[in-house]
């Protein structure tokens, strides 16, 4: 029996792009969804770029104007893989034409522009999503279930690190991604910011908010190996002290120039019961200690999170074949896919969204001011 077809432009050609393109092809062998994507149309500022990029991954179509894209009466689906500076006016503009909106995050650079496209995806209907993938790395959703289980008890702390080395060198270019204009934070904003939605995800909501940042490096080279510089005027690393609603008590830190770290999202949880922690770059691995366990073998143990029964996996390889980064995606568009078809919501959405911008703001202001902020 042949499957509803729904039909998928994509915004945007560079990592996020391919990421995205990719977990749109491997949902249907894999999950079998419902709906059956079809790749329509994707959309980038180069025409002979995009249109290799669209043979390369299987779009029938290619354009450079994304506001003809969206208004496409063969356009459903709307995935936005952009820098947050542009995600605003086209997920928003891309509701007022009824598609799902599938988006990058974070959603946009400001708590104002977070909620204008919550409340225009509210008012149209649509489902929405944000794509914190991490949330769908088996590990952390055993996580999340463990903890709903009661398995460590009351949650008392938050430990959460995103660590990155790779603007340690001076000489490393100044990219989009150290532009206030653009990303409107460095990895305050962008590695934090999935570090707060697993925050949010796993303890609960944040409550209050204490922070310091700093920028090490002013000056960079416009280009790699010009010697025209241009300003740095983002953080180059970020701390955070926080109280959840819960009571329980959180740090973050995020960097870019935390030497020999590569890619290193890791969180602690630490319960009245319990503990558990977790790394991106052991990202199939679980550690959960349990007060449980006779005292004379207590530890932490070491859980592989490979077998059938853990959240995802059962769609993927037989146990102890490990799956990668890319397979979060896979799962992101999998649960978006079925939200669509059954009409119910899926989570993180923009109301999401916005409640990690606001962190992030209240943060903000706070290294401005030196003092703790409530959040929003």
Request: glycine residues 8%; charged residues 25%.
């Amino acid at each position: 029996m042949s499957k509803d077809k729904i039909r998928i432009a994509l915004i945007g050609t560079e990592f996020m792009g391919r990421t995205h393109s990719n977990a749109w092809r491997q949902v249907i062998p894999f999950f079998e969804p419902d709906l059956e994507p079809v790749l329509k149309v994707v959309c980038g500022r180069d025409p002979e770029k995009t249109k290799t990029f669209a043979r390369r991954w299987g779009f029938e179509d290619s354009s450079t104007d994304w506001r003809t894209v969206i208004q496409r009466d063969d356009v459903d689906v709307v995935d936005l893989a952009l820098p947050q500076s542009m995600q605003p006016e086209v997920a928003i503009a891309a509701a007022k034409c009824g598609k799902h909106v599938f988006c990058e995050k974070p959603m946009a650079l400001t708590g104002t522009e977070a909620q204008t496209m919550l409340q225009e995806a509210e008012a149209a209907d649509i489902r929405h999503y944000v794509n914190y993938n991490y949330r769908r790395s088996p590990a952390v959703a055993l996580a999340k279930q463990i903890i709903d289980e009661g398995r460590i008890g009351e949650i008392r702390h938050w430990r959460g690190a995103y660590l990155q080395d790779w603007l340690v060198d001076p000489e490393a270019p100044l990219g989009w991604k150290l532009k206030k204009e653009y990303a409107g934070f460095g990895p305050h904003g962008d590695l934090n910011s999935h570090s707060v939605d697993l925050a949010h995800f796993l303890v609960g909501k944040i409550e209050s908010v204490y922070c310091q940042k700093n920028t090490f490096i002013h000056q960079r080279p416009l280009e790699s190996g010009s010697a025209d510089m241009g300003p740095v005027d983002v953080d180059d690393a970020s701390q955070m002290l926080v109280k959840f609603a819960n009571g329980a008590l959180g740090s973050f830190e995020s960097s870019r120039f935390a030497t020999g770290q590569r890619n290193a999202n890791q969180f602690e949880i630490f319960g009245s019961k319990g503990a558990l922690r977790w790394n991106l770059e052991d990202l199939n691995r679980l550690e959960f200690y349990s007060n449980d366990d006779p005292i004379h073998i207590r530890g932490y143990r070491s859980i592989l999170a490979t077998e059938a029964e853990h959240p995802y996996v059962g769609k993927w390889w037989p146990p102890g074949h490990t799956i990668g980064y890319e397979h979060t995606f896979v799962h992101a568009v999998a649960d978006f896919l079925a939200a669509i078809s059954t009409g119910q919501p899926i989570s993180p959405d923009f109301s999401d969204g916005l409640g990690v911008i606001q962190v992030l703001e209240a943060a903000h202001t706070s290294a401005e001011s030196g003092q703790r902020m409530n959040v929003v």
